[in-house]
């Protein structure tokens, strides 16, 4: 299927350090309608290679919400200052990092991927000839 459009979006973000220390970051978030469940978040640091991770769009959506996610992402608004950061955090057996990002800045992002591809949706924007061709390709 051909993409519609790709929403991205560069946001400002802060690495906790710990309570009282933080690095800031700047994260881009990438979705493509043609892989419609998932947002590409990018993580630019000092080293060559940015970092990337793969995240449910649903994952982020409800993390505006409440608690969400387990194991390696999670995401939660914090008591009190919900209606300005999100926390996302990010584990790997490399270390596990805490992100703060600013609310409204998913929020908006999040609506500009569902004006593409509603949320429920998302299975008909899913080439499934092609995904069943490479799932049997890598057999």
């Known amino acids: 299927m051909e993409s519609l459009k790709t929403v991205m979006q560069g946001v400002a973000v802060q690495l906790v350090i710990s309570r009282t220390y933080s690095l ?17 978040a990018v993580f630019f640091t ?36 919900s209606d300005q950061a999100m926390y996302i955090v990010l584990g790997s057996p490399a270390g596990t990092a805490l992100l703060e990002v600013p609310v409204q800045d998913v929020r908006t992002f999040l609506e500009n991927t569902e004006a593409l591809v509603p949320r429920g949706t998302e299975s008909g924007h899913v080439d499934w000839e092609l995904e069943l061709a490479n799932l049997f390709a890598k057999g």
């Open 24 to 40: 800031p970051m700047c994260m881009s978030l990438r979705y493509e309608p043609a892989d419609p469940y998932v947002v590409r």
């Open 46 to 81: 000092d080293t060559d290679k940015p970092a990337e991770w793969v995240l449910g769009r649903d994952l982020l959506a409800d993390g505006l919400t409440g608690s969400a996610g387990c194991g390696d992402i999670r995401v939660w608004l914090p008591v009190g200052r």
